[in-house]
T-cell receptor
């Protein structure tokens, strides 16, 4: 089995940057994803990174992958109140693309 | 269009009822999924369909019965559920089961079993 860990809670002020971290134990993952879940809603795909990449930037989002340390992070620049949600990292593996292993989720609270 | 729709949005049912959850996508995806999500937990995979055939059943109790009538639709038939089955049920789809195909999720059906 694979374990994907995230810190439970993060609070940031509006306008600051948020960094949400994810650590995993299985190094054979092929793709790593970040999903956002607002209260009572489904999961919204934010971004993903292929495992042979180190970094991916998409507007306010920057994903960093350190394969050696099995560490994935999501940086949100200029965090807004609308960014308040639970963020899940997830990984998929070669040959078992149907199986996403989700992290435990980080609740991001944005304060004024 | 990356939309997956689910109906109903909310469902309350008794332990002797029979109900169905519905999921639809028009992205031409050939893989569809059911997940169960309890409060403050990540989603747990229940079933995977590939080209309208059941590909994975994650040892889900038989009171949950999936059905894929065509490539755009996925149903989850519910019968004799227990209160602990109360959860958010999420549907997702992806292009197929090949590596790197992103899963897109619907908004979910919030189920309460009394």
């Amino acid at each position: 089995g694979e374990d994907v860990e995230q810190s439970l809670f993060l609070s940031v002020r509006e306008g600051d940057s948020s960094v949400i971290n994810c650590t995993y134990t299985d190094s054979s993952s092929t793709y790593l994803y970040w999903y956002k879940q607002e209260p009572g809603a489904g999961l919204q795909l934010l971004t993903y990174i292929f495992s042979n990449m180190d970094m991916k930037q998409d507007q306010r989002l920057t994903v960093l992958l350190n394969k050696k340390d099995k560490h994935l992070s999501l940086r949100i620049a200029d965090t807004q109140t609308g960014d308040s949600a639970i963020y899940f990292c997830a990984e998929s593996f070669t040959g078992t693309a149907s199986k996403l292993t989700f992290g435990t989720g980080t609740r991001l609270q944005v304060t004024l | 269009d990356t939309e997956v729709t689910q109906t109903p949005k909310h469902l309350v049912m008794g332990m002797t009822n029979k109900k169905s959850l519905k999921c639809e996508q028009h992205m031409g995806h050939r893989a569809m999924y059911w997940y169960k999500q309890k409060a403050k937990k990540p989603p747990e995979l229940m079933f995977v369909y590939s080209y309208e055939k059941l590909s994975i059943n994650e040892s889900v109790p038989s009171r949950f019965s999936p059905e894929c009538p065509n490539s755009s639709l996925l149903n989850l038939h519910l019968h004799a559920l227990q209160p602990e089955d109360s959860a958010l049920y999420l549907c997702a789809s992806s292009q197929d089961l090949a590596g790197g195909n992103t899963q897109y999720f619907g908004p979910g059906t919030r189920l309460l079993v009394l």
